[in-house]
């Protein structure tokens, strides 16, 4: 079967590439708005962008609701240029949930989903105190690319729990990361190396 992208039209391309591109990591970014507003948004277009200077990409859709013209996390990195990628761990996953609905632009979004807000190093936006990874970004640039935009973030630090950290390499199981898989969610299964 060949499908053109141009019959299927938007929404069905969107879901046969959310079902075709997996599993996808998700980025739980959080920003600060230029009023001092905490946000926090889940994006599942995600993933690294270069490992010198270490880069992070995430891709912001445009709104579902007619709130504002843009997503709230689009808007504050424009304003600040700042934000930090959170890994969301399985534990996680109802909180996480919590913070990818609507809410109000001035609305605490770390209140909304029950978490607590850390203070960053070296970027005005908070960490996820509660995620095992935190990556502080300072905005390196944004691509509109049709009605998404690329938002490339510079890594500035990495945060990592002590215990994850071992040998230079990332306990992936005790990361236990969350996964995308089109309209569901994934977890490790099994880790192996290959050749098998």
């Not at 391309?13 to 905490?38: E, H, Q």
């Not at 277009?45 to 891709?59: E, G, H, N, Q």
Request: hydrophobic share 40%.
């Amino acid at each position: 079967m060949i499908l053109d992208p141009e019959d299927l039209g938007p929404r069905e391309t969107y879901k046969f590439l959310t079902a075709s591109v997996v599993p996808r990591p998700i980025a739980w970014v959080s920003t600060v708005s230029a009023d001092g507003v905490n946000n926090l948004a889940p994006f599942s277009f995600y993933t690294v962008a270069s490992r010198d200077p270490a880069t992070l990409v995430i891709s912001v859709g445009e709104r579902t609701d007619d709130q504002a013209p843009e997503k709230d996390t689009l808007r504050n990195i424009e304003d600040t240029r700042e934000f930090v990628v959170n890994v969301v761990s399985v534990s996680l996953a109802n909180a996480m949930h919590e913070s990818s609905l609507n809410h109000a632009p001035e609305a605490d979004e770390f209140r909304a989903a029950g978490l607590s807000a850390a203070k960053s190093e070296l970027v005005a936006a908070p960490r996820i105190s509660e995620a095992r990874i935190s990556t502080e970004c300072r905005l390196d640039g944004i691509i509109p690319i049709g009605s998404d935009h690329l938002v490339l973030g510079r890594a500035v630090r990495f945060h990592i729990l002590d215990d994850l950290y071992k040998s230079g390499r990332v306990d992936l199981e005790a990361l236990d990361p969350l996964g995308r898989l089109a309209g569901n969610y994934t977890k490790l299964g099994g880790i192996f190396n290959l050749p098998m």
